[in-house]
T-cell receptor, first 112, second 110 residues
């Protein structure tokens, strides 16, 4: 059974650019959640997708957007990057919403 | 939103010692998970424990849902136990899915 995978591993972008991060959920899981973890902090919830629909959103501006595809993989898009967007972005999948979440290895984004 | 407080923030142990990490939360939850974050950032699932007691080797956890706290016990600690331990909760019907505490940084010295 393949776990949650994320790509790319690392990414460097310039302020004002746009970025797309990708996540493949664990086999059989229909729910994907995204989190942002700044250095020295706990992860913060961005949003969750359940069966291709947004199923909850944290306190992040609209320039953070997402998609879930029919195979339940997901993308996180961030527009107009700011320096404070530099963080580890974590994706998690679960069998269904409200169930145990399993995390991928993360994408480390640096904005210069 | 729901508040999650972890204590202590930092813990330094000698190898072989036992420890207890605490997680307090401010509302009823339908999901509570404990994680260990390794130095590369990977969050490793330790327990899914919205209520009751579970054990896995040297680790065990207890959640008392009615009193809104959870405890993670580490016995006979090893240097490989070092890292940050997070508690995360989800409130039934809440818009935020998994609210994390600030973590407990554990250092186990040989």
């Amino acid at each position: 059974e393949t776990g949650v995978t994320q790509s790319p591993t690392h990414l460097i972008k310039t302020r004002g650019q746009q970025v797309t991060l990708r996540c493949s959920s664990q086999s059989g899981h229909n729910t994907v959640s995204w989190y942002q973890q700044a250095l020295g902090q706990g992860p913060q919830f961005i949003f969750q997708y359940y069966r291709e629909e947004e199923n909850g959103r944290g306190n992040f501006p609209p320039r953070f957007s997402g998609l879930q595809f029919p195979n339940y993989s997901s993308e996180l898009n961030v527009n107009a990057l700011e320096l404070d967007d530099s963080a580890l972005y974590l994706c998690a999948s679960s069998l269904d919403y409200g169930y145990e979440q399993y995390f991928g290895p993360g994408t480390r984004l640096t904005v210069t | 939103g729901i508040q999650v407080e972890q204590s202590p923030p930092d813990l330094i142990l000698q190898e072989g010692a036992n420890s207890t990490l605490r997680c307090n939360f401010s509302d009823s939850v339908n999901n509570l998970q404990w994680f260990h974050q390794n130095p590369w950032g990977q969050l490793i699932n330790l327990f899914y424990i919205p209520s009751g007691t579970k054990q896995n080797g040297r680790l065990s956890a207890t959640t008392v849902a009615t009193e809104r706290y959870s405890l993670l016990y580490i016995s006979s600690s090893q240097t490989t136990d070092s890292g940050v331990y997070f508690c995360a909760v989800e409130r039934l019907g809440g818009s935020e899915k998994l609210v994390f505490g600030k973590g407990t940084k554990l250092t186990v010295n040989p």
